[in-house]
């Protein structure tokens, strides 16, 4: 009992050492890195990366690395190459993950296709020629329910067609003539803050280009992909 409770003591004793040497070592960096790059943005995070010697730095939702006396700081991805796997890309991939339930569903329309079971939101600016091309695959795609946002970035006139978009009667017929038909929307009028609500959410989860595609699992897909790829993901959350 009693070598029992001196291995345990030990363990603990080397767990807190270990602790308090991986606390000084963050602060040295954070205080080394805040001193000589005075610009560089607050650091929320430091953390270790598999390879040794190298600390991940989180400022928001980009990341960098340093070494370990915030000597040098490295900005591009990190590869493990035995097991072929983009670290960076992995690690950006989940800190630009969006909550599906803290999505603004009020300032979206939605269709729904067959049992509607399969969940997606998809972020478009009806002037984007690839969200056009997106719309018309989408049409393909069944037992899904969709949630439309309106995101106008490219101008004025993008603007003007998502507001009369979303005043329309029927906010789904009037995207889907305008997307896939090439019908203009008419001029209606009606509080379209919504719209102008979608654009503030999407600089604050910095969507920066159309179409955006986001899962149920929050996975966000930037790009007008292959169908394939979309029953893909929508299969792997299933």
């Known amino acids: 009992m009693k070598f029992f409770l001196a291995k345990l003591a030990l363990i603990v004793a080397t767990t807190s050492l270990t602790i308090s040497a991986a606390m000084a070592q963050e602060a040295s960096i954070r205080k080394n890195l805040s001193e000589r ?11 270790k990366t598999p390879m040794n010697g190298l600390f991940e730095i989180r400022m ?12 040098f700081l490295v900005q591009g991805a990190l590869i493990d190459v035995k097991q ?28 729904v296709r067959g049992n509607g079971k399969r969940k997606l939101a998809v972020f478009a600016d009806p002037n984007c020629g690839y969200c056009k091309r ?49 019908t203009t929307p008419p001029t209606a009028n009606c ?14 989860n910095r969507i920066n280009g159309t179409p955006l595609i986001l899962f149920a699992n929050g996975t966000r897909v930037p ?14 959350i299933q």
């Open 37 to 47: 790059l005075p610009n560089l943005p607050k650091i929320d995070e430091v953390s």
């Open 60 to 71: 928001g939702n980009e990341v960098m690395y340093s070494d370990a006396g915030g000597n």
């Open 84 to 111: 072929k796997r983009n670290l960076t890309e992995e690690r950006m991939d989940k800190l630009s993950a969006i909550p599906f339930d803290q999505l603004p569903l009020k300032t979206a329309f939605t269709q």
């Open 134 to 182: 997106f719309e018309k695959d989408l049409q393909k795609l069944d037992n899904v329910t969709i949630h439309h946002f309106l995101y106008p970035i490219l101008g004025e006139d993008s603007v003007t067609k998502a507001k009369n978009i979303w005043c329309a009667k029927d906010k789904a017929k009037t995207w889907n003539d305008w997307m896939i038909n090439g």
């Open 191 to 204: 509080d379209a803050s919504a719209v102008d609500a979608v654009v503030a959410f999407g600089q604050k």
């Open 223 to 236: 790009g007008a992909v292959p169908m394939a790829q979309v029953e893909k993901m929508l299969a792997e």
